[in-house]
């Protein structure tokens, strides 16, 4: 009987070292596929880096998140001139003005988005009277007779944040309503 017990664990042993083995040999293998794809994506990076049209093949290779930062910003407003007929000191933001236009303080991306399509739609000869119905009835309904202007702003995000500095000043587009029209 020993004798089986000897032969018996002479097998486990054979076997576990077969096991050993092969788990080596996996794990090499990985170590190798690990090696070789992580110096596929540096060649990929560097190639790109020269060939690439936008200096990267995505998403294969996208290194350069914020490869061009801008030190001005692009702010869109709406100016509000004039307020049932009465000339306003001095324009000032609908978003200043929530004491008459109770949302102008919520005034939104989407208050934004619209006014850069309006401005955009004039700009090509194609005003869009949906749009500035649109203007009208959601943001500046609650008065009888409105003058505005859509200003576009070049700023120094930082300057404009803690000052209200701005380097320049674009008037888009005027009008007035009640009319359903721009000037």
Request: neutral net charge; charged residues 20%; without cysteine.
């Given at each position: 009987?020993?004798?089986?017990?000897?032969l018996?664990d002479?097998?486990?042993?054979?076997?576990?070292?077969?096991?050993?083995?092969?788990?080596?040999?996996?794990?090499?293998?990985?170590?190798?596929?690990?090696t070789?794809g992580?110096?596929a994506?540096?060649?990929?990076?560097?190639?790109?880096?020269?060939f690439?049209?936008?200096?990267e093949?995505?998403?294969?290779?996208?290194?350069?998140?914020?490869?061009?930062v801008y030190?001005?910003g692009?702010?869109?407003?709406?100016?509000?001139v004039?307020?049932?007929?009465?000339?306003?000191?001095?324009?000032?933001?609908?978003?200043n003005?929530?004491?008459?236009?109770p949302?102008?303080?919520?005034?939104?991306?989407?208050?934004?988005?619209?006014?850069?399509?309006?401005?955009?739609?004039?700009?090509?000869?194609a005003?869009?009277?949906?749009?500035?119905?649109?203007?009208?009835?959601?943001?500046?309904?609650?008065?009888?007779?409105?003058?505005w202007?859509?200003?576009r702003?070049?700023?120094?995000?930082?300057?404009?944040?803690?000052?209200g500095?701005?380097a320049?000043?674009?008037?888009?587009l005027?009008?007035?309503?009640?009319?359903d029209?721009?000037?």
């Amino acid at each position: 009987m020993p004798e089986s017990t000897d032969l018996a664990d002479q097998n486990r042993t054979a076997a576990s070292q077969r096991g050993g083995r092969a788990r080596r040999s996996s794990l090499s293998v990985l170590k190798s596929a690990i090696t070789i794809g992580l110096i596929a994506y540096a060649v990929i990076a560097v190639a790109g880096n020269h060939f690439a049209k936008h200096k990267e093949w995505f998403p294969v290779f996208s290194w350069s998140l914020f490869s061009e930062v801008y030190s001005y910003g692009w702010a869109t407003r709406l100016e509000i001139v004039a307020i049932n007929g009465q000339a306003l000191a001095e324009p000032d933001y609908y978003r200043n003005l929530s004491d008459v236009f109770p949302n102008a303080d919520k005034a939104s991306i989407s208050l934004n988005k619209l006014l850069k399509t309006i401005a955009f739609d004039h700009a090509e000869g194609a005003p869009n009277k949906g749009r500035l119905r649109a203007l009208k009835d959601n943001y500046l309904s609650q008065v009888d007779s409105v003058d505005w202007r859509i200003v576009r702003l070049v700023t120094d995000p930082i300057d404009y944040y803690t000052t209200g500095a701005v380097a320049q000043r674009y008037v888009w587009l005027e009008g007035s309503f009640p009319a359903d029209r721009a000037e």
